[in-house]
Each structure stands twice: as C-alpha cells, then as structure tokens.
C-alpha cells in the first residue's frame, strides 16, 4: 500500500548565493527523494533563484525583502538602523506567512537561518512541526537581553540544527530538542575537472605561479583585508591572489547611486575604497585578480594551488 507523501515547506532568507544557499540546496534535493517539498527564496537578488532552477529546482519567489533578525557575530549592532528595518518587517510579514502556511498545509517547516528565528513564533500557534538551522554564531554575553529573546524565539521549534557543537552549547536551548547537523557538499561539485594549466588559460592568469584562491569576495567579514595584508609582505614572491565574490562594484558605482542607498552602504564603499587604495599603493594590482561572482567553482578550484576558504 502506498503511503501518502508527507510534505515539507522550507524557507531561505536571501537571494545571494553564499555557503547558507548551497546547503539549503543540498537539503533539498535529499528531501525531494521522499518528501514533497515546497520552497519559499527571498527574490532579490535574483541569483539564488536562477541557480537553484538551473539546478532543476522550482522555488517559489517571495516578492519583498524578508523580515530578519540580524543580531549575530558578524552582523547588524541594535545601534545599526538596518538591524531595526529587518526587524520591523518582520511585524508586518506575519499575515503573509499565515496565508502560505494556510495555502501550502504542509506537514514540516524548516527555516535556513537563525535570523528567521522569529517565524517560530507563528509555527508554534498554528501547530506545526518546525526546524531552524542556526548557521551564525551568538555575539557579546550570551545573557544579554537580545540573545536571551532570540533563545526564547528559537525554542518555539521543534528541533534546532546548529552546524557546530560550540554554537549548541553556546546557546544552550531548553525548550526545543537540538543535534549538530553538519554541512554537506556534493564533492563531485567541486573536483577540478581539468588541469591547471588550461584553467588558468580560461581565466586568462598565468599557470606558472602559485596561484592562491580566496573566496570571500571584497566584504569586510570575510577578511580579504587579512589576505591582501598577506600579499605585501609576500610582494617578492611569485603569487597570485585569485579572488572570486564581490568585487568594487560598491566604490565602482557610487556615483550612479541614490543618495539614500550611498548612505546605506556607506562602511562597505570606505571599506571597499580602503582596499582598493591599498593594492594601488602598493602595487600590487598585477598580483591580485578579481574573478567575480561563480556559479561554477570548479573551473577556480583547478587553477589554484591553495584555496582560503573563510
């Protein structure tokens, strides 16, 4: 006799494609074998999106910015205005995701991210069995009031996965059950698949130096600061610094951005001019490439000697 298929609603808090995004992929495509499985992707960017359909996948697009709480190591301050317009959004999302949960009628939910913390709120008062992944680390005192809210939203899940053991003890939840659930990655995804010499052709860099790969793009919590401070001292030695992710688009189009926008992105743009001025400075442009955003590492992976991966 056939078993009628549970159903599973899960939900991605952004449309970046980043180490959250590849993991949620490849949760996905382990569940879709035996579950029937629904996901809701932030839509803007529209890069995620566009990866996950070319990957076969349906993902249904959420038309707004999603409402976050984005209070951790490495994020937004309660200082931060932007931590404070995530946050009211999610006031004002709360009808939205009752609707999706009313027309999806589904038998689990799962939420990507702790900054989706305060979904569980809504999951806990409908009766539905609900996951959070927490991917981010608790910053500052672990009794301070923030975090004490956001434990309490947390341990309105049923479970909570958290991707290291110290992150679980860390946040030393009572009310919810928890497991380390680490990530997973399709190896095969990231084999190289040709020699370095032709990727390195591809690319257009030279295959006799010691190419080193960073993949934290031009952002301040990654630490290319760190890698390019690196290449300085190492100035007389035959190295390449290859960096895939964000480039300067940030100082690049300044001028071509809205005052408030400008304003918005105001650390990212001095951080991004910072470094620019540095590898200037220093000389060291025929030494460091910027690559871009890649949907495809592999092709990198095959060109580089060793890979920083932050």
């Known amino acids: 006799m056939n078993m009628k298929k549970k159903k599973i609603l ?16 490849n949760l996905w495509a382990e569940l879709k074998n035996e579950y029937i499985v629904t996901a809701y992707i932030a839509n803007k960017p529209f890069d995620y999106i566009s990866f996950l359909k070319e990957k076969g996948l349906e993902p249904k697009e959420v038309p707004f910015r999603m409402g976050k709480l984005t209070y951790y190591s490495g994020g937004n301050k309660l200082t931060n205005p932007k931590f404070w317009y995530h946050a009211l959004n999610s006031v004002f999302q709360i009808k939205y995701w009752r609707r999706i949960i009313s027309a999806e009628k589904p038998d689990l939910i799962i939420v990507n991210s702790k900054v989706l913390c305060w979904m569980g709120l809504i999951f806990k008062s409908l009766n539905i069995k609900s996951i959070c992944f927490v991917r981010e680390t608790i ?40 497991i380390v659930f680490k990530n997973s990655l399709d190896i095969n995804e990231y084999k190289g698949a040709i020699e370095k010499r032709e990727a390195c052709s591809i690319l257009n860099i030279s295959s006799k130096k010691f190419n080193v790969l960073f993949v934290g793009g031009i952002d301040m919590l990654k630490g290319i600061d760190v890698a390019v401070e690196a290449m300085r001292i190492l ?37 991004s001019k910072n470094m620019k001025n540095i590898i200037k400075n220093e000389n060291l442009e025929g030494n460091i490439k910027f690559l871009g955003v890649q949907k495809d590492m592999s092709l990198l992976y095959s060109a580089c000697d060793i890979l920083i991966f932050p």
């Open 10 to 25: 899960m939900i991605h808090h952004s449309g970046l494609i980043g180490g959250a995004g590849v993991s949620f992929y």
């Open 139 to 178: 910053p500052g005192d672990t009794n301070s009031i923030m975090n004490k809210l956001m434990k309490k939203m947390l341990e309105r899940f049923d479970l909570v996965a958290f991707i290291s053991r110290f992150d679980l003890k860390q946040t030393n939840l009572i009310g919810s059950k928890t």
């Open 235 to 271: 100035d007389d030695k035959d190295i390449n610094l290859l960096v895939a992710g964000k480039d300067f688009g940030y100082v690049d189009k300044k001028n071509s951005m809205s005052k408030i926008t400008a304003l918005k992105k105001r650390k990212a743009i001095r951080f």
